[in-house]
């Protein structure tokens, strides 16, 4: 399903639900409902997760 699919991507990436809700302009809570399933993702977000961790996002830990 989408939601484990974005789920993997993330951890793979070794971000964090924090930094994806931040991305999204979402709280972390809002994210964790939208990964574990409780709440869908748009179209929309799942684009732009999938771009960002394909471009190799930097978290704000990272730049530092």
């Known amino acids: 399903n989408v939601s484990n699919y974005l789920k ?4 793979r990436r070794g971000l964090h639900q924090e930094d994806m809700g931040k991305l999204l302009g979402i709280s972390i ?7 574990t399933g ?10 732009k997760i999938v771009a960002e961790i ?5 978290t704000d ?3 530092k």
């Open 8 to 11: 993997s991507l993330r951890v």
């Open 29 to 35: 809570r809002s994210y964790a409902m939208k990964e």
């Open 38 to 47: 409780k709440s869908d993702f748009s179209i929309a977000e799942c684009k």
């Open 54 to 58: 394909r471009a190799g996002h930097k």
């Open 61 to 63: 830990e990272e730049t």
